[in-house]
């Protein structure tokens, strides 16, 4: 029933290693996003999208990649894996062109970075 | 550029006591103001939104008034719970791309 699903729920990463966190949605909303959230930090934007096959850098997109194969689907890439990206990664969805518009979140991804 | 400035945290309070989170914003243009919350494990849902200024949001008890002459959207609660310890995000929209920017967070701490 959960809207936005995120997997896996939790990765242990080797430093230099790809890893590949995937979020699919049944919201059929046109936007998703990639967050993380660090202790003091609280949520920072990485990459979003508005259509598939399409994503626009956020506010901090060095070191990620990400990849919009599908209206429901949407995964974030760290090709080269460093210690300073051990955090957690949120995905959220939302509806285009409301000016009201909410983000719906998904249950969050663990990554530690060794 | 838009951001938004909270209570840094952790706020510690008594079960009854009163709640108030500080959220200050900086926009050029008309946003829409939101607060989630985000218990733990979880993650964040919204707890309301308010769209227009001089109007007030509330939910679950909380509530907050969008003061567009001050640039303030405080959130009160009278009497907190146990069970309303999380974490609680201030966030503005930006209309023209869909995005919204998030405060840094203020974790509430709530003892029996």
């Known amino acids: 029933e959960a809207a936005v699903t995120q997997s896996p729920r939790s990765k242990v990463a080797v430093t230099g290693g790809k890893v590949t966190l995937s979020c699919h949605q049944t919201?059929?909303?046109?936007?998703m996003y990639w967050y993380r959230q660090d202790t003091g930090h609280g949520l920072r934007l990485i990459h979003y999208?508005?259509?598939?096959?399409?994503?626009e850098k956020g506010d901090i997109p060095d070191g990620y990649k990400a990849s919009r194969p599908s209206q429901e689907n949407f995964s974030l890439i760290l090709e080269l894996a460093s210690l300073s990206q051990t955090a957690v990664y949120f995905c959220?969805?939302?509806?285009?062109?409301?000016?009201?518009?909410?983000?719906?979140f998904g249950p969050g991804t663990r990554l530690t970075v060794l | 550029g838009d951001s938004v400035t909270q209570t840094e945290g952790p706020v510690t309070l008594s079960e009854g006591t009163s709640l108030t989170v500080n959220c200050s914003y900086e926009?050029?243009?008309?946003?829409?103001l939101f607060w989630y919350v985000q218990y733990p494990g979880e993650g964040p849902q919204l707890l309301f939104k308010?769209?227009?200024?001089?109007e007030k949001g509330s939910s679950r008890g909380f509530e907050a008034t969008y003061n567009k002459e001050a640039t303030s959207f405080h959130l009160q609660k009278a009497s907190v719970q146990e069970s309303d310890s999380a974490v609680y995000y201030c966030?503005?929209?930006?209309?023209?791309?869909?995005?919204?920017?998030f405060g840094d967070g203020t974790q509430l701490v709530v003892k029996p």
């Open positions: 959220a969805s939302s509806v285009a062109g409301a000016n009201y518009a909410e983000q719906f």
């Open positions: 919201n059929n909303h046109d936007y």
């Open positions: 999208s508005y259509v598939a096959d399409s994503t």
């Open positions: 926009t050029k243009q008309y946003p829409t």
């Open positions: 308010v769209p227009k200024a001089n």
């Open positions: 966030a503005l929209s930006d209309h023209n791309n869909n995005r919204i920017f």
